[in-house]
């Protein structure tokens, strides 16, 4: 089920559950301002990965993979732990695939309401 979680003048959150209500998928765009966001999540990725360096000795790329993929939007980023960004003129995609597990209880994230439908907005 889809349901949208949150909204605003300028983005609409979707979360996709399964039938127990646990949370597998969630997508943020944002219709405009997205370049700006770009730019404020890079910059705070950034600074979160300095300071792994800083306390742990490492790179986040050493322990994950991720990184800028080319050939996709104007931008994007590809990260299996953090969210992942699509950059398209000023719109901003964000998803996040939420783990099914972790240990042995399941991720769920608050309901929020009132729930509505997501709808797809424009064509292509």
């Given at each position: 089920?889809?349901?949208?979680?949150?909204?605003?003048?300028?983005?609409?959150?979707?979360?996709?559950?399964?039938?127990?209500?646990?949370?597998?998928?969630?997508?943020?765009?944002?219709?405009?301002?997205?370049?700006?966001?770009?730019?404020?999540?890079?910059?705070?990725q950034g600074l979160g990965d300095a300071a792994?360096?800083?306390?742990?000795?490492?790179?986040?790329?050493?322990?994950?993979?991720q990184g800028l993929v080319p050939g996709i939007?104007?931008?994007?980023?590809?990260?299996?732990?953090?969210?992942?960004?699509?950059?398209?003129?000023?719109?901003?995609?964000?998803?996040?695939?939420?783990?099914?597990?972790?240990?042995?209880?399941?991720?769920?994230?608050?309901?929020?309401?009132?729930?509505?439908?997501?709808?797809?907005?424009?064509?292509?």
């Amino acid at each position: 089920m889809a349901d949208q979680s949150e909204a605003g003048d300028t983005f609409s959150t979707c979360d996709w559950e399964d039938a127990a209500g646990v949370c597998a998928f969630g997508l943020t765009v944002y219709w405009s301002g997205g370049k700006e966001q770009w730019e404020t999540w890079r910059l705070a990725q950034g600074l979160g990965d300095a300071a792994l360096k800083s306390a742990e000795g490492v790179a986040a790329s050493a322990v994950v993979k991720q990184g800028l993929v080319p050939g996709i939007g104007d931008a994007a980023y590809f990260s299996p732990v953090l969210p992942s960004l699509v950059l398209k003129g000023d719109t901003l995609f964000v998803d996040q695939v939420l783990p099914r597990t972790q240990g042995r209880r399941q991720v769920r994230r608050p309901r929020r309401e009132p729930a509505r439908e997501c709808q797809v907005i424009g064509g292509s």
